[in-house]
């Protein structure tokens, strides 16, 4: 898809998450209904910005969040942020009492986008907004900061790690949520 097919509308969406939209399978993108007011969300599709920002906390959470659901999340140095990574399409508009039990994991309410049919795209890098925003061409991908870097390389050797890919980050604890209360465990 050339950058003239993409909508001319995006989302932009923190990593993990936008990663977990158009890789992982996440179904709903949790909003206000403040947010959806003010940034014009309806159904439609878009195009889906990672976001710059995204802290150690956050990613720490998400990669035990999809573990739960047998998602595996790239290393954080891996994910494109600063940038249109895909589309979706917006196929509804919910809120929590009449989300149906299919879109759980991923609805943490009070309402939420539905989300369909997600494509991948090759970055391009754009500078977000809040809701929906016209998107254009511009800026540069985010470089990894550097927590994003040693993250899960003890002792800071990542040497190491290529000997046993399919070991997933192991968490003694269950990490702290990064906005709110801390998760119950299964």
Known sequence: MTIDQLPPLALSVRQPWAWAIIYGGKVIENRTLGAIRSGNMDCRTICIHAATGMREKEYRWAVWKLQQIDVTLPRPDELIRG?????????????????????????????????????????????????YFKWEKGGSLTKPSAWMM??????GDASTLDMFPELQPHFKDVPDKPFGQKPKEN
Not at 85 to 110: A, K, L, M, N
Not at 112 to 123: I, K, R
Not at 150 to 155: C, H, I
């Open 83 to 131: 940038g249109i990574i895909g589309t979706v399409d917006v196929v509804d508009i919910v809120i929590e009492e009449t989300c149906p039990q299919s879109h759980q994991p991923w609805f943490g309410g009070p309402y939420g986008l539905v989300l369909e049919n997600p494509q991948p795209v090759e970055p391009i890098p754009a500078i977000g907004a809040l809701g």
């Open 150 to 155: 040693r993250f899960d390389v003890a002792n």
